[in-house]
């Protein structure tokens, strides 16, 4: 059974950091695509970052790209999302995703594996 745990997430001020990690159990993140989402009230869920099955290359939404960084280590089978240079805007429930989807994609709706999310919440 895949298990995906969150945490790190919390309140930050405008401009701070955070990381967030998401332990995966029942299946290898290393071997998988694997990818962080997020949601605001009232919105669609969207991709942030994720990291290729095929060959571990990483991609961001034009958005985060050069403030948030995704990783994984395959000896924790944990994946990271560190994100820095927050944003008010950048408040949402925060999922990480795994599929065995060979290649990378941040459409939600292609991942099979949820977790729980976490909060973030950054103030003005």
């Known amino acids: 059974q895949v298990q995906l745990v969150e945490s790190g997430g919390g309140l930050v001020q405008s401009g701070g950091s955070l990381k967030l990690s998401c332990a995966a159990s029942?299946?290898?993140?290393?071997?998988?695509?694997v990818g962080w989402f997020r949601q605001a009230p009232g919105k669609e869920r969207e991709g942030v970052a994720c990291i290729s099955g095929s060959d571990g290359s990483t991609h961001y939404s034009e958005n985060m790209q050069g403030r948030f960084t995704i990783s994984r280590d395959a000896t924790q089978n944990t994946m990271y999302l560190e994100m820095t240079g927050l944003k008010p805007e950048d408040t949402a429930v925060y999922y990480c995703?795994?599929?065995?989807?060979?290649?990378?994609?941040?459409?939600?709706?292609?991942?099979?594996?949820w977790g729980q999310g976490t909060q973030v919440t950054v103030s003005s």
């Open positions: 995703a795994v599929d065995s989807l060979r290649g990378w994609s941040l459409a939600h709706y292609l991942y099979n594996y």
């Open positions: 029942g299946i290898s993140l290393e071997d998988s695509a």
